[in-house]
Structure formats: C-alpha cells, structure tokens
C-alpha cells in the first residue's frame, strides 16, 4: 500500500514574518541563487542533495530560500518536467480550494452543513446525524459515516457508478465529531459541493483562483467520470510547483500582494483538533487535513505514498520532496534532513532576519508538506 504524507513544519515559539525585503516570488520560472548567497552552507547543501539521491526513497527535491532556488535533484529522465501524483497531498489542496470558496463567498463557512448541498438527491441509510456534518468534520475525518480503513472500500466506492451517492449513502457509525476516521471518499463530497456552488469544474475553479496566480501551468487531476474531480487523490504537479504552494503558505496566503487565501483562514485550517499519537512515536495532532507532530512542531497532511511539501518560515524556506516508492516508511529520512543537513545549514542568521511583523500567531515558525521527491545535478 502507497501512502502519501504532506507536512508543514512550524519551529520556534512565536511566529513572524521574515524581512520581505529578502522575499521574491517566482514567474515563469525560479530565480536561482547560491546556497551562501542565502544563508546556507554550500557543503551541507551538497551533502544533503547526496543523501537524498543514494541513501533515501525519494526521487526529487526542490529547496527555496527567500523566493530563491538553492538546490533541486531528480533521479528520473524528466528531471524538472515531470508531474508527480500527490495522493494524500491532494486532501491538503482541496482543503486549502475550500478555503479560497468561502472567502469568495461560494461557501459560507467551513461550519456549512455538507448534506445542504444535496437535498436534491434521495438519501439512503438517513439519519438526524448526517444533517449535522459540516465541512470541517469532513476536513478533520469526523463526519461519523461509517468507513472501514483498506483497500477493500476504497475499491468498493471507487468502482461505484455514482461515487458522490455512494458517500451521501453511507450509514452513520458515530456522532459527527466525536470520532477520528480517515475517510478518501469524503474529501469527494468537498470538490462536489465547490463544482455545485461555483457552476466550475474543481480544477477549473483551482487554476483560476489558485494555479495561475502562483504560475502553475502543468497540472493533471482525475475525476470521477462526470468532471468532478477526486477530493482526496488523483492531482498531479511537477516537484517545482508543489514548492510554489509552499512558498504560498511560507507568506501567509500571499503571492506578491495578491491574498489568495486569507491569513485568519490559515490559522483556522491549522488549528489541532485530534491527537493521533501511538506509542513510541512523535505527538501528532490532526486539523483540517494537516497534522501537527509536535516533537518537531511539524504541520503534516498524510495519504497513501511518502510526499513532502515542506515550509520554514523562520528561515524562508520551502522545501519539496517526492517519491514514487511503494515501499511505505516513516518520515525517519525526512527527519534526517532536517536534523543533519538543512538546519545545521543555516550559518547565516540575518538571511532571515525577522522583522517582528505578527504572522498567524497561534503557530510556530515551520511550515511542511511531505510530498514527492526530486533531484536537478547541481
């Protein structure tokens, strides 16, 4: 079984902004710039591509410092060019199209009753407690509708004709919100409800108000035969282009003066409502499709195959990793990179110099998204 984790990494005990006079934002392509340009030790940098490339599962990476490519490594023939599926990350974007619907006012709030948007359609199994769940529930995988956690019901709706019915017909198993489920089909229910109050396709509503503000051009998701498309797998970016999404949360929902997604908006997608921890492992918190591991004040949105989008903004860094492997691992390699080679990195503290301008105050200063990996022979 693939699985697929998107994580956002907060360090430090207050948030703030790093000096926008060091901040750039790409267009058609990254600028690139030297690691010691920006603070980072060459050595380490190299190193770290090194072990990426012959010691880990992934095959590429993008890491950008204040708007600047430092480094990239892919191991296949399409280097920079080539798409990679998302899986699990695909949750995170949706959570994050749902955001940008309700501040365009198409969705009234992440409060909003799910099954409001479908009383044209007969509901089998009802029950008073499907009336309640709300779009958060669906984001924070408690809608209480009963779904068993294998390939066998993620088979059993995929292969459904109507998927979206297949879900609206579930029986209920717990009260909405009481109970943590991870739940694929029902991040669908979040792309229906965006095709039904917007009149736009999902992907065509995500290019409009998210792909190509930040420049993303190449972009591929699967639908579920009638143009909706799947809210919880199936999108497709290039490595540099799920970095571009990091880079977007790196400033707080802003790309160049644009506010593409509202800063309060952030703060309440990242707000932790279950502990997920198991034994012997980090404390892990989940919010709206991102979870927080505590021990490395880390954000994470997890799926099904190993994927790392990964945000510093103490640092100003974006980090992006890939892998294609179906051999699932913990983050172990993840926090290798981390721990011996990108912060120790950082030998030059004024690069990021902080200006004290609050930035979602409630977190800390890293954000992450375990994504795909790969790599450009620097």
């Not at 510093?312 to 011996?340: V, W």
Request: charged share 20%.
């Amino acid at each position: 079984m693939i699985v697929s984790i998107l994580i956002l990494l907060f360090a430090g005990s207050s948030f703030t902004s790093s000096s926008t006079s060091l901040m750039i934002f790409p267009d058609e392509t990254w600028v690139e710039a030297l690691p010691d340009d920006q603070g980072l030790d060459v050595t380490l940098i190299d190193e770290m591509i090194e072990y990426v490339d012959t010691k880990t599962l992934f095959d590429s990476m993008v890491l950008v410092k204040n708007g600047y490519l430092i480094a990239e490594t892919y191991k296949f023939v399409m280097g920079e060019n080539e798409t990679k599926h998302l899986w699990g990350i695909t949750k995170g974007i949706t959570s994050l199209l749902t955001a940008i619907a309700i501040s365009e006012g198409f969705i009234e709030s992440l409060d909003s009753k799910v099954f409001d948007y479908f009383t044209d359609r007969n509901i089998s199994n009802y029950s008073p407690s499907k009336d309640n769940i709300t779009i958060r529930h669906i984001l924070t995988s408690s809608s209480g509708l009963e779904w068993q956690i294998d390939e066998y019901m993620f088979a059993a709706w995929i292969s459904a004709e109507d998927k979206v019915q297949y879900m609206l017909d579930l029986p209920m198993k717990y009260e909405p919100g009481t109970q943590y489920v991870e739940n694929t089909g029902s991040m669908h229910l979040l792309t229906t409800i965006i095709n039904i109050t917007t009149g736009m396709f999902p992907i065509d509503f995500a290019k409009q108000y998210l792909y190509n503000p930040l420049g993303i051009e190449e972009v591929t998701w699967t639908d579920d035969g009638t143009g909706v498309n799947y809210g919880g797998h199936g999108l497709y970016l290039r490595t540099r282009d799920l970095t571009r999404i990091g880079h977007l949360l790196l400033n707080n929902g802003s790309w160049n003066g644009n506010q593409i997604i509202p800063e309060e908006t952030i703060v309440e997608l990242l707000e932790p409502v279950w502990n997920l921890t198991l034994e012997n492992d980090h404390e892990r918190k989940l919010a709206c499709r991102f979870y927080s591991i505590e021990d490395y004040n880390l954000y994470t949105a997890m799926g099904s195959t190993m994927l790392v989008m990964a945000v510093l903004p103490e640092y100003n860094i974006a980090l992006s990793l890939t892998s294609s492997s179906i051999d699932s691992k913990p983050p172990d390699e993840f926090y290798t990179i981390l721990d011996d080679y990108l912060l120790p990195a950082m030998i030059d503290p004024n690069m990021s110099e902080t200006s004290g301008i609050p930035m979602l105050t409630i977190l800390s200063s890293t954000i992450i998204f375990l994504a795909i990996y790969r790599r450009r022979d620097s």
